[in-house]
């Protein structure tokens, strides 16, 4: 249940990971059992709304458009990547 933590990447590992990269920290999920079987019968959490996970999948869609519309205000276009055979 997402009240239970299991620190298995290490207490606060990732968010330090990530402070120090210089990267901001979209979400931390929580691990929940119900997610992998709704997912194995077609309801996925992130779109069933009485799921306990959607707020946290809904929170991390909108932090990755965040993100991606301050990168895109801050740097310069990608360039586009040829590849040869």
């Known amino acids: 249940l997402p009240e239970n933590k299991y620190y298995i990447f290490g207490r606060e590992g990732v968010k330090k990971l990530a402070e120090e990269m210089h990267t901001p920290l979209l979400a931390q999920l929580p691990l929940v059992q119900s ?11 992130a779109v069933a709304e ?21 990168r895109n205000r801050e740097l310069p276009a990608t360039s586009i990547v040829e590849m040869k055979k």
């Open 50 to 70: 009485n799921h306990i996970m959607a707020v946290h999948f809904l929170d991390l869609a909108r932090r990755v458009v965040e993100e991606t519309e301050k």
């Open 35 to 45: 997610v992998c079987e709704s997912g194995d019968e077609g309801e996925p959490a």
